[in-house]
């Protein structure tokens, strides 16, 4: 079975972006990946297409094993497709060469993981500014008081992270990727190591980055709950899309990953296609 969402055209007409290539962030061709050989050959992801709205908060959620890490992992440039191809912006990720890859996702895209992977020697401050640090790049100074604004950092930014709770910990690590305004960022499951009060801190900051300041993310979880603070969320299963849902709520999310025994009536394309054009109003101005 062949993946159809969502395609392009649907993520150009989802609620709030403009006709033409500029409204998506990133996309995913066919790609397909396959770990091992033989006895131990998974298909991790089966000719998967998916277009990643620019300015939107995207939920990419599934079973256990269904492919979301790689999914993620291969539209971030972490790791190769064996065919099909991956672009952010304009750039075809699987022409790269290892150097260019290193500096477009430098460059290009913000990551946030479920450790936080912050430099304990470093204050708050430091840790958000490193990688442009690294890059030999100056931060910009009003887009760094909001974000640290936004993140509620402020008396903390000479802190160190052992000095942090964990949810304090992860909003440097949110305002460490959106600091050098990345294209997109991918959250790898971002609230799994933090209490539900804390995790619900950091999506709500999330969500109002996208809101706010027009950011792009795309977020692997397990939980219900966070996916419903998201515009649309991407449904896999045994490597492939099967679904999506716009305006997703906890309780329609949980529903439907009841049903991934007895998949869609309807299959996966009529599925997907009616759930990215059904974002028409979309989450913008949603507190989920
Ligand atoms: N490095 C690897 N080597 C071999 N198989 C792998 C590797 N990485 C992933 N897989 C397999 O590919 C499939 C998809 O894995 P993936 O981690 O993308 O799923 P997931 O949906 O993120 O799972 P989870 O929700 O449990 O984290 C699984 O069957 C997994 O065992």
Known sequence: MTNTAPSTADARSAPGTAPGTGDVAARAEQISKVYGRGD??????????????????????????SGKSTLMHCMAGLDSVDSGAVFVGDTDLTRLKDKQLTRLRRDKIGFVFQAFNLVPTL????????????????????????VIDTVGLRPRLKHRPSELSG????????????????????????TGNLDSRSGAEVLSFLRESVREMGQTIVMVTHDPSAAAYSDQVLFLSDGRIVDTMAEP???????????FDAPAADGAGSAVGGGAGEGADGGEGTAR
């Open 249 to 259: 709520t906890a309780d329609r999310v949980l529903e439907r990953m009841k049903g």
């Open 40 to 65: 131990a050959r998974v298909v991790a992801l089966d000719a998967v297409s998916a277009g990643i709205p620019r300015g939107r908060f995207t939920a990419i959620m599934g079973p256990s094993g």
């Open 167 to 190: 949810g304090q910990q992860q909003r440097v690590a949110c305002a460490r990727a959106l600091a050098s305004r990345p294209e997109i960022i991918f959250a790898d499951e971002p």
């Open 123 to 146: 204050t708050a401050l430091e840790n958000i500014t490193l990688p442009m640090d690294i890059a030999g790049r100056r931060p910009d100074a009003a887009w760094l008081d909001q």
